[in-house]
């Protein structure tokens, strides 16, 4: 088994690059911030249950799905991780909440306390809602797909080793579909212990998987409509990789910073993965040198050709591809930490 690794949401990847290239006085800053740090916290929790799912007996007949996202009656619904054994499946929805939890169902809400601010009740979707809505619509999706009989469950689970849990009502119900990370693994053995280790489709994991592959639907947001960021706001111009500021000065094989004299030979690469998060991953050889700062084509070609950018397009109207960069800042690849595990977010 691999090391396990952090992976970054898309999401989280063009946030942080909208964040970083926008003035700190923006009006939009503050809620960039709060977003960014409400996926940064989701993308956690949702990487620290690997770990807890890697101790699972039979892991070598379980295929993971993390983030497969599905067309249904023309909407999609999404899931954090789906579980495919052969025979049956388990989707989770993973909350990676601080402070004192209050799972009220019977309300169909969960009100967080945080520690910092304990007279304050924040009202939030009820998961335990969540994760039934998603497993009954994955139900309905496999069905269309003509998978039926395939047994499933659903839980919620509380990655934040530190938060309180506590129901408000409904408690058994609460108790069945809240899981920590730890116990999770004792309840996935259990179910496996008490299913019938039979076949209860025609189609294995691996077949199950390669149709949701087959099927996802990649939620691609541009990220400055979301915000109504004009892309003028945008700041350009090469960061410093020591002390953040803009713009480094081209020089002969290398970048050099007006500010603190810090040299550098690459720092025009984390720029261009900042550009391919908010504008695309193509780009033009006039853009570059727009984004970079720099007046001279020839240079622009040489860093294309030492980035082995692939080209689109004809000579005359070309542009270049950075989906490769992108795995640089550890988003979302096809490879993770089983053998069977499939990311699709």
């Known amino acids: 088994m691999n090391k396990q690794t952090y992976r970054r949401s898309i999401m989280q990847c063009k946030l942080d690059a909208l964040h970083r290239r926008l003035s700190p006085q923006h009006e939009k800053t503050p809620q960039i911030e709060s977003e960014l740090g409400k996926r940064r916290s989701g993308d956690f ?114 990655t934040n080793q530190n938060a309180i849990v506590k129901a408000l009502s409904n408690p058994a119900l609460v108790q069945e579909f809240v899981v920590r990370s730890p116990a999770l693994t004792i309840k996935i053995n259990d179910i496996q212990a008490n299913q019938q280790q039979t076949r209860s489709t025609i189609y294995s994991p691996k077949e199950i998987s390669l149709l949701i592959t087959k099927h996802h639907a990649l939620r691609n947001i541009n990220i400055l409509k979301e915000f109504d960021i004009d892309p003028t706001e945008i700041m350009t111009g090469v960061a410093c990789p020591d002390c953040n500021k803009l713009a480094m000065e081209k020089h002969p ?54 980035l082995s950018l692939k080209q689109i397009g004809t000579t005359n109207n070309a542009r270049y591809c950075l989906k490769n960069l992108q795995e640089q800042q550890n988003a979302p690849s096809s490879e993770g930490a089983f053998v069977h595990f499939i990311i699709l977010d």
């Open 253 to 306: 094989r290398k970048w050099s910073c007006p500010n603190c004299k810090h040299q550098s030979k690459n720092a025009h690469t984390q720029t261009l993965i900042y550009y391919s998060f908010l504008f695309g991953t193509n780009i033009s050889i006039r853009e570059m040198c727009r984004i970079l700062h720099i007046n001279n084509v020839r240079s622009a070609r040489r860093m294309i050709k030492e």
């Open 45 to 158: 929790g949702e990487n620290s249950i690997d770990y807890y799912l890697s101790q699972l007996s039979g892991i070598q007949d379980c295929i993971v799905v993390k983030g497969a996202r599905l067309l249904l009656n023309k909407h999609h619904f999404q899931m954090d991780t789906l579980l495919l054994f052969p025979s049956f499946f388990i989707i989770l929805e993973t909350k990676h909440l601080t402070g004192t939890l209050l799972f009220d169902p019977d309300y169909q809400q969960l009100i967080q306390i945080k520690k910092e601010d304990i007279n304050r009740e924040i009202s939030r979707q009820d998961p335990i809602l969540q994760v039934k809505m998603q497993y009954n619509q994955f139900k309905r999706w496999l069905e269309n797909q003509g998978i039926e009989g395939y047994p499933g469950y659903c839980f919620v689970g509380v």
